[in-house]
């Protein structure tokens, strides 16, 4: 495996040293939209909550995720970082992590499964006490190695897990009796998914389509798989620009509460055949199926915003087709073997917000960075009273990440009066 060092000590595996730069001033860009991570990281400073402790992410790559880096190094971590998706690295953002911070960094945009790995290998060499996943592919290779028997590994702590498809994998281990370590599910807090995953997502997942495309969105129909929290964004936005927005789901609450929020509901076969544009946030296989590509429209495009390349069958597309082009960066443009019609597919698949745009605003990953500094901080403080479960973030941690934002944004809210509390906790006064 190749590893690079520099004088100070810092291993990496990146792109390019020369993008340093350009990485710096971005980071330095995203920094000032970070308020909220910036008092943290200020506190740390001064406290060195985890004086020489080991920490190991496994995140986006991004201005936004290098501002929880350099947050966690300024508490006193020997900080690593590798990607958490083959296509969404930064590699300016890279470059001046290890150069500009002195970061530890394996990640390369454009890598494949092999070197993807590995860097979660040279990650996890560092005997990272805390681990943060976004996904939780570090957690599950701990995971498959200790169950093929490798009982040489140090585990963790604790990790932290951003993303709800993460948490989705993380709550299947611990019912199945197999968590070997604390989890903290950074996603289920409430200043994470109900802003990250929905104003996060639904702005740069349009960021990205538009982006790679050019594409006018108003007048179009736009189809929005699934109706969780990013998806609901996603239709959100995509309506604020003009399309006429369609929703697929299987769940009859979410799909009510679509109706009701104004979109049109229907199966997946019926809105293949509408869409101009058909996105999918689910977090689930084979939305976007074999039966579904030849009812869709000539010169349609098809776009995921799920965790994992996994939504859009891309080997049943492939398999109808007659050739498969690049037709500007990111599209790929897949002509039907019996139809002719032509399906455009953005960013292989992948994060279409990551692979073709630059992720989230750092204003809301302020918020889901908040979450991670100050959970990364509780597991050091607290991981030997911790259990083998996924927990939720303290909502001391939740409320404290909320009240800091209001007032970085200048914003008051009232408080209860006494008379007021009281009510509230008392059943005597009705009618
Ligand atoms: N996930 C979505 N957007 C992100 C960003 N900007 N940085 C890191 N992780 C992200």
Redesign the pocket.
């Known amino acids: 495996m190749q590893s690079n060092v520099t004088n100070s000590n810092v291993q990496f595996d990146i792109k390019n040293e020369g993008l340093k730069t350009a990485g710096k001033k971005r980071i330095e860009w995203a920094l000032g939209r970070m308020p909220v991570l910036t008092l943290i990281k200020e506190r740390f400073a001064k406290e060195k909550p985890l004086n020489n402790i080991s920490v190991g992410a496994c ?2 790559v ?4 290098a501002g929880l880096m350099i947050a966690l190094k300024a508490a006193g971590a020997n900080v690593s970082i590798c990607a ?1 998706n083959p296509l ?1 690295t930064q590699d300016d953002v890279a470059a001046s992590l290890v150069f500009d911070y002195g970061i530890n960094v394996f990640a390369i945009r454009g890598e494949d499964n092999e070197s993807y790995y590995n860097h979660i290998q040279q990650v996890l060499d560092t005997d990272p006490k805390i681990t943060l996943d ?1 996904g939780a592919d570090v957690i599950a290779t701990i995971h498959k190695s200790y169950s093929e028997g490798n009982r040489s590994i140090t585990l963790p702590w604790a990790s932290t897990e ?2 709800t498809t993460g948490v989705i994998r993380l709550k299947a281990l611990e019912k199945e009796n197999r968590l070997l370590y604390p989890i903290i599910a950074v996603n289920d807090a409430q200043t994470k998914h109900l802003f ?1 995953n929905r104003y ?2 639904g702005q ?1 997942s349009l960021d990205g389509i538009i982006r790679a495309t050019n594409k006018l969105i108003a007048g179009t129909t736009f189809v929005v798989c699934g109706y969780g929290w990013c998806s609901r964004g996603i239709a959100q936005k995509a309506s604020g620009l003009g399309a006429n927005v369609i929703v697929t789901e299987v769940d009859p609450f979410k799909a009510l509460e679509a109706v009701m929020d104004g979109f049109r509901v229907m199966p997946m076969v019926e809105a293949s055949k509408l869409g101009d544009i058909i996105i999918s946030a689910t977090g689930d296989i084979n939305v976007i199926d074999t039966h579904h590509f030849p009812l869709m429209k000539d010169g349609v495009l098809l776009a995921n915003s799920g965790h994992f390349n996994v939504e859009i069958n891309l080997e049943g597309l492939k398999g109808l087709s007659l050739e498969v082009r690049e037709v500007r960066p990111l599209v790929d443009e897949y002509t039907l073997k019996n139809s002719k019609k032509k399906i455009n597919v953005l960013g292989e698949g992948r ?1 279409v ?2 692979a073709c745009a ?5 204003e809301v ?1 302020d918020l ?2 908040a979450n991670q500094a100050l959970s990364c901080e509780y597991i050091s403080k607290n991981h030997s009273s911790l259990e083998k479960k996924v927990y939720t973030v303290p909502v001391s941690i939740d409320e404290a990440v909320a009240t800091l934002k209001l007032k970085v944004m200048g914003i008051g809210i009232d408080t209860l009066t006494e008379e007021q509390k009281k009510y509230l906790s008392s059943w005597q006064i009705g009618t």
Do not use: I, Q, R, V
Request: glycine fraction near 8%; aromatic fraction near 4%.
């Open positions: 995140l986006h991004t201005t936004e995720s958490s969404s976004d951003e993303t990250d996060g997502t740069s994060l917000n990551l630059e992720g989230h605003p750092a990953m889901s960075f």
